[in-house]
């Protein structure tokens, strides 16, 4: 297993898009960063202020969003990019038992997920902690809950990983799964999440479940425990992966 | 380690459709270790389906398909025992002939340096660390070989190698083979064009709709009487050497000094020089072959289906 992974590291880092999605990444990590505390002294923010230990796992939570949507994307195209460019084939004659082939793919776009979550946080904390210090807010790193958040957060783009995989193991098509994850995550949860009459039941969706995991404080949403977050969201990418591996990855390769 | 002595590949009554299209039907063949065989048919005949099968890439709806005694799923290491040619198109654009062989090694656990081995062998030395999207037909051709090769397997399947390659390449792909065969290897090469193939392979297995219809050396596969084209300015001095001690003589006149000859070239020859009958051309016979082939692919009137 370990040569599989060693081998979806190679196909990953020989070609440029993770790059690429990492630069996306964390520019949008810096967009919502600056976005955040620019209109945290606004009357109608949804945000708890900025000194309160609610208000800084809120802001870091924002390395999450700025991270999960594309590596699941990113993900995606690692295994849907073997259909498209039909490298599946030489993949499952190297590896002919195909599960194995979904496993290495999950466990690497969850290290890329980490990793990507890493990044991400050192950019908040980076625009953050010289930014506050202007507003008179000193943030103590260890303090307030932080590392808690910091662990939800690499712990949910790790599991965006899981997710695309198991997502594009499923669809197989590369521009539908690509797509449907944006379109999904951009414009469809925002929608249903900003429902207050779907409350209970859009606190289960990918979105809000990542929310409750990186510890995310608004004012006008309830979520989940951070662990059932992490629960919900990890049910999903296995979900998928299993679905994926059980039915549409036993196709032909024709 | 258990030692098996059967033929390189079986397969046995696979079956195989495709919507309502039988794309293989009750197919068994075999291909015996250190031959070269051709896996023949016209195009549509179920020739890459069927290799497909052998490799573990489509599941059959019934039969078998085993290499060295096993089905390819089950071979622990399956690129030291065949590799495996299927297209020339199966390669992320973006990244280099290189990358992609280093990929496999990677992940079969062969050396990196194996990846460059294999790419000066097929001549893409100089090419290999430029993206694939560039390459031309004929060098992804090399590349799927190079790809095929990373194991050193015992086996080669190759489908179609020879399309998209200049007759050069093509001159090179049947060296590179009889070579690999004469180590003792066995190739198993589709083509839908007979010609590309009749210089190279020892065995034919020919295809028609999905069905076996010959399977055998390619000399079998030719019934029909030995000919040669002559031309000589001594027709009558040949013919008068040829007659003797033969009943009929069948020729055909196709030119005052140019003949169709129903006799073995060799013997032609043989007859020339004894009766020291000069000859401008002696041309053994080869579209009986041909024919055969044709006749044995193509589809009869009788076997269409009503529209």
């Given at each position: 297993m370990t040569s599989l992974i060693a081998g979806e590291f190679r196909k990953l880092f020989t070609t440029r898009l993770w790059l690429w999605l990492l630069v996306g990444a964390m520019g949008l990590t810096a967009l919502y960063t600056s976005l955040l505390i620019g209109f945290s002294?606004?009357?109608?923010?949804?945000?708890?202020?900025?000194?309160s230990p609610e208000g800084q796992r809120t802001l870091f939570a924002v390395a999450s969003g700025g991270a999960n949507t594309l590596v699941a994307v990113l993900a995606a195209i690692g295994i849907t990019g073997e259909f498209r460019h039909k490298t599946a084939t030489a993949t499952f004659l190297a590896t002919p038992r195909r599960g194995q082939v979904v496993a290495a793919k999950l466990a690497t776009y969850a290290l890329v997920g980490a990793a990507y979550g890493v990044a991400c946080l050192f950019v908040v904390t980076a625009i953050a902690m010289p930014w506050l210090a202007t507003k008179g807010i000193e943030v103590?790193?260890?303090?307030?809950?932080l590392p808690g958040t910091y662990a939800g957060v690499i712990a949910d783009v790790a599991i965006f990983g899981l997710l695309g995989v198991g997502l594009g193991a499923l669809l197989r098509n590369q521009v539908a799964t690509v797509v449907g994850l944006l379109v999904y995550r951009f414009v469809a949860e925002p929608i249903l999440t900003g429902i207050p009459a779907l409350d209970s039941w859009t606190t289960y969706l990918p979105g809000s479940a990542s929310a409750a995991l990186t510890q995310v404080s608004l004012t006008t949403q309830e979520y989940l425990r951070a662990w059932e977050g992490g629960l919900v969201l990890a049910g999903y990418g296995l979900l998928f992966a299993g679905a994926g591996a059980l039915f549409s990855m036993r196709r032909d390769i024709t | 380690m258990s030692v098996y002595i059967g033929p390189a590949i079986e397969a046995a009554g696979l079956n195989k459709t495709f919507g309502d299209v039988?794309?293989?039907?009750d197919l068994t063949f075999s291909v015996e270790r250190g031959t070269i065989t051709g896996f023949l048919g016209p195009n549509g005949a179920g020739k890459t389906t069927t290799l497909r099968m052998l490799l573990g890439l489509v599941a059959p709806d019934g039969g078998s398909a085993t290499i060295g005694g096993r089905r390819y799923v089950d071979l622990p290491e399956p690129g030291k025992v065949v590799g495996a040619?299927?297209?020339?198109?199966?390669?992320?654009?973006?990244?280099s002939g290189l990358s992609h062989l280093r990929v496999y090694c990677t992940v079969s656990g062969y050396p990196l340096a194996r990846a460059d081995e294999v790419l000066d062998d097929v001549g893409l030395g100089p090419a290999k660390r430029r993206a694939v999207g560039g390459y031309s037909l004929g060098m992804r051709q090399r590349l799927a070989l190079a790809a095929a090769l990373l194991g050193d397997p015992e086996v080669l399947i190759l489908d179609?190698?020879?399309?998209?390659?200049d007759p050069e390449g093509i001159v090179w792909m049947r060296r590179f083979l009889r070579r690999y065969a004469d180590s003792g290897r066995t190739v198993l090469v589709s083509s839908h064009v007979l010609t590309e193939m009749q210089q190279l392979v020892d065995q034919v297995v020919i295809l028609r709709r999905g069905r076996l219809v010959r399977q055998g050396s390619l000399a079998e596969l030719s019934s029909g009487p030995p000919w040669a084209l002559v031309k000589t300015p001594e027709v009558e001095r040949l013919l008068a050497a040829l007659g003797e001690g033969v009943a009929d003589l069948r020729v055909e006149r196709l030119a005052p000094d140019a003949l169709r000859i129903e006799l073995a070239a060799a013997h032609i020859g043989r007859v020339a020089v004894d009766a020291r009958v000069e000859l401008h051309e002696l041309t053994p016979g080869r579209d009986d072959l041909e024919q055969a082939f044709f006749e044995l692919t193509t589809e009869h009137e009788s076997e269409r289906e009503p529209a």
């Open positions: 002294e606004d009357p109608d923010t949804m945000t708890a202020p900025l000194h103590g790193l260890l303090d307030n809950g | 039988k794309a293989v039907d040619a299927l297209e020339a198109t199966g390669f992320h654009p973006a990244r179609e190698p020879a399309n998209g390659l």
